[in-house]
């Protein structure tokens, strides 16, 4: 992941994990988020390579300060894998 600062409604910032699988046959890739209230939410990505998935964000994807804890998720055949937790910190806007 990238080492820029993100904020609160950010466009454009790009969130890149490791899937750590290769995903070149994945038929769904995707990105299992818990945002810093306890919810659980699902950014749609991108494959990034042979081995990473990517979702460039909207001004909805990160709706809230705090530290995020994400996860990349593929399909691939009749199983689902995950990479390692990762976390974000999510700044708020003039933060």
Aim: charged residues 15%.
């Amino acid at each position: 992941m990238s080492t820029q600062k993100v904020y609160v409604g950010d466009v454009g910032t790009q969130i890149i994990l490791a899937a750590g699988t290769e995903i070149g046959a994945a038929s769904a890739r995707s990105i299992a988020a818990l945002r810093p209230d306890g919810v659980a939410v699902t950014l749609s990505a991108v494959a990034e390579g042979t081995d990473s998935i990517k979702h460039v964000t909207t001004a909805e994807s990160l709706p809230q300060a705090g530290v995020w804890l994400l996860q990349a998720v593929v399909v691939i055949g009749s199983g689902t894998w995950r990479g390692e937790t990762v976390s974000l910190q999510v700044y708020p806007q003039f933060g």
